[in-house]
Each structure stands twice: as C-alpha cells, then as structure tokens.
DNA sequence: TTATAAATGTTATATTATTACATACTGTTA
DNA sequence: TAACAGTATGTAATAATATAACATTTATAA
C-alpha cells in the first residue's frame, strides 16, 4: 500500500503539469508553462522536482536531462527504474518488468558493493519509428 | 579483434588525462587540465568527448555528467555500458558482467520496441564507505 | 504554545553544453 | 598532382541546466 504523498501547492502544480505532458518536460520548459501561476524562478522548479523524485512520483529521464510522471504505480522512490528512449522520437516509456527488476534488484557482484538503486535506460527505435 | 582508432592530437590529450584518472572527470576540470596543452574552449573537449564516446574510448556516466575511460578491452562503440557508482565516495567503476551484458543486450519486451543500446548505473556504498 | 521541519520567495551565480562560422589537415581518387 | 570529401581544429558568443545564499512563511507535532 502506498503512502499518501500530500503534495504541497508548488509540488501539486509542477506535478500535475508532468502528469499531463506526454513526453518527458525539461526543467526550463516546466518553469516556462508554470510561470502563470506563480512560480517564478528556476530554484522553485528544481525544488520541487527534487522532492517528487524523492518520493517516486516523477522520475528523471538522466540521458535528457528531463522528467516523466511515474508509470508504475508501485514506485514510491525512484530506486529501481527503467525506461525505453526512441532515438528518433524521442518517445519515453516506464518498463514495468517484474522479471528485469527482480533480477536487477537482486544484482550483485563480486566487487564488494551494496547495491541499493538502480537506472536503467535503453535505447533504440519505436515500433513507428522502425516502419518508417 | 578491436579496430584501431587513431586518435587526433587534441582526441589523445583528452583520452589520456581520463584514462590516468582514478575518478570520471567533468568536462571543465578536463578543460582546466589541458589548458597548458593549448586546448582552450570548451568546445575543443566536448568534441573530443563526443568522438571518444562514439568510438568506445571512453563513457559518460549521464547521472554525474562526467567521463570515464573504459574498463572492458572490449567496448568498440559505447552500447551495452553497466557502472557500479558509491553514492558517498563517489567511486565509479564499469561493470563486466558476462550474463548481465547478455541478459540485457537479449532484453525485449511487448512494446514492440528494437533496442540497440543500453545504459545502466547501480548505485550503492562500496565495501571501504559500508565499512565506516 | 513552542519548537521543528518543510516549503517558499528572490537574487545572483555556477556549471554544463551548443550554435555559428572560418580554417586546416588527412586520405582517396581522377 | 589536383581535386575532393571527410574529419578535425580554432574562436567567440550564447544557450541550457543547476545550485548557493539568505530571508521568510507554512505545516506538523510535542
Ligand atoms: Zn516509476
Ligand atoms: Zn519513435
Ligand atoms: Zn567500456
Ligand atoms: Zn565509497
């Protein structure tokens, strides 16, 4: 069961702004589409983001530099994620795999490490993409 | 059997500095290191970097925005890259898993999607920062 | 209530990366 | 050799991404 998260106004406003894109928002252009409400400087923006992938509601697409609402609703921090990029449209999707997260969560080696977190991002072309 | 790459002059400079590096280098501490050697913009590094990348010489850990050189003998092109990343040493290490670098180069799913490519970081605390 | 943590507002600045344009070098082929 | 194509370089300017520092306010809980 997953914890109720009471978003503060920032958060609920920047939340709900990344929820309804469908494609992954860069900081900058998040800022641009909220400044009507209010939020008026980049520190505000990356605050929030900050905290909402702290508690697993967006997550941060690393190799873009931008953030996509959580699509599994499972994930209550950002510690075990995956996403599929198309390199032509740039198209993100959360994999929700229960076989790769298993065998990544498990992951270990013989290196000695602890490992608690993991990002996984892979690359290649959609299904529209290919048929072109 | 790997194809030799001739690296240019400013191609060396850069590939040799991180690959004396015990820890990724950011794009503007290589910057300042090879000042001295005549490379003076920024814009010199980051096309050194992107060629060094493309050709498997070196790898970009997305999450710190730095650059290591690579590990495996056998990276031609940086596609299939797994690194091990201590959250409180900040140690990076590139990861050489045979049935890991399988399972996930063999990685499909129902999207439809052809992947080509792959990224992953685990993070965690090495042995020396559990230990403390 | 009092204390504490969390969130906000604001300005300035640091860090990372690219655009645009001119020039030079390297290897191939006519 | 000459012409060409591809790759690499040099330089200036600027865009894009992210954080520091400090003051204030709001929410939560002892
Ligand atoms: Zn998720
Ligand atoms: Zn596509
Ligand atoms: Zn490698
Ligand atoms: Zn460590």
Redesign the pocket.
Same mark, same amino acid.
């Given at each position: 069961m997953q914890k109720e998260h009471?978003l !503060?106004?920032? @958060?609920k406003i920047i939340f709900d702004l990344i929820d309804k894109s469908r494609e992954p928002m $860069? %900081? #900058? !252009?998040i800022l641009f589409n909220v400044q009507k409400k209010?939020? $008026? %400087?980049?520190? @505000?923006v #990356?605050? &929030?983001l900050? $905290?909402l992938v702290e508690i697993g509601k967006i997550h941060k697409i690393e190799s873009r530099? &931008?953030f996509i609402a959580c699509q599994n609703s499972s994930c209550q921090v950002s510690k075990a994620t995956a996403f599929s990029i198309c390199e032509s449209c740039e198209n993100v999707s959360e994999i929700s795999n229960s076989k790769l997260s298993k065998y990544l969560s498990n992951f270990s080696d013989s290196s000695g490490m602890k490992y608690s977190k993991y990002n996984l991002e892979f690359f290649g072309l959609c299904k529209k993409c290919k048929s072109k």
């Open positions: 009471n !503060s106004k920032n @958060q $860069k %900081a #900058y !252009s209010g939020i $008026k %400087a980049p520190l @505000q #990356y605050r &929030a900050d $905290k530099n &931008a």
